[in-house]
Nanobody, 118 residues
Framework: VQLQASGGGLVQPGGSLRLSCAAS????????MAWFRQVPGKEREFVAG????????KYADSVRGRFTISTENAANTAYLRMNSLKPEDTAVYYC????????????WGQGTLVTVSS
């Protein structure tokens, strides 16, 4: 299983970005996938999660109402649309998936850097 995250970049506060996560190596059905982020010196934190079939989206309180997670199941691709970005959203963003129900997030992408700054 391989995940490839992309779409990061530099954006001004209040701006938007869309991250993509392309998955390959198997079919993912309704397994959960998620976006996490990490700032140097801090623990990786959950941002948003969804099942690959598009069901059951959930969000961290810090991004609810600003970020939208979605999937294109037939293409094994997930997205994170980020609106109203804040400087505190600056981080490396990772996508990850479970490959068994109830298991850990055991397949991770390489990360894509999002910098929110004027």
């Amino acid at each position: 299983v391989q995940l490839q995250a992309s779409g990061g970049g530099l954006v001004q506060p209040g701006g938007s970005l869309r991250l993509s996560c392309a998955a390959s190596g198997r079919t993912f059905g309704s397994y959960p996938m998620a976006w996490f982020r990490q700032v140097p010196g801090k623990e990786r934190e959950f941002v948003a999660g969804i099942r690959w079939n598009g069901y059951a989206p959930k969000y961290a309180d810090s991004v609810r109402g600003r970020f939208t997670i979605s999937t294109e199941n037939a293409a094994n691709t997930a997205y994170l649309r980020m609106n109203s970005l804040k400087p505190e959203d600056t981080a490396v963003y990772y996508c990850a998936t479970q490959t068994s129900y109830g298991g850990p997030y055991n397949a991770w992408g390489q990360g894509t850097l999002v910098t929110v700054s004027s």
